[in-house]
């Protein structure tokens, strides 16, 4: 079984930048594809970026150009870069094990408490 612990989430002005990472224990071995998602007060969970085991990555259009997700797999750690934030950013960000980077609806595990992104204008 696979444990997933974000971290990294603060509070920020508009313009800013965080890292999130999100630390992997337990099978790592059989992680294939990581998501960030997030959810903002009174909306839907929405997946932002995923990535694959070799790297490849997709994004939502809002956070493109934006937000960069990359893989440690020595550290076992996923990591979201997210520039240039704006006050819509603001969320609990959660990352996930995915079945495919492709495809956010098949995921194995389940949510975790996720990190608190907070950014003011």
């Known amino acids: 079984q696979v444990q997933l612990v974000e971290s990294g989430g603060g509070l920020v002005q508009a313009g800013g930048s965080l890292r999130l990472s999100c630390l992997a224990s337990?099978?790592?071995?059989?992680?294939?594809?990581v998501g960030w998602y997030r959810q903002a007060p009174g909306k839907e969970r929405e997946l932002v970026a995923a990535i694959s085991r070799d790297g490849s990555s997709n994004y939502v259009d809002s956070v493109k150009g934006r937000f960069t997700i990359s893989r440690d797999n020595a550290k076992n750690t996923v990591y979201l870069q997210m520039n240039s934030l704006k006050p819509e950013d603001t969320a609990v960000y959660y990352c996930?094990?995915?079945?495919?980077?492709?495809?956010?609806?098949?995921?194995?595990?389940?949510w975790g408490q996720g990190t608190q992104v907070t950014v003011s204008s």
């Open positions: 996930r094990q995915m079945f495919s980077y492709t495809n956010p609806s098949i995921l194995f595990g389940s």
């Open positions: 337990g099978r790592t071995s059989s992680i294939n594809a």
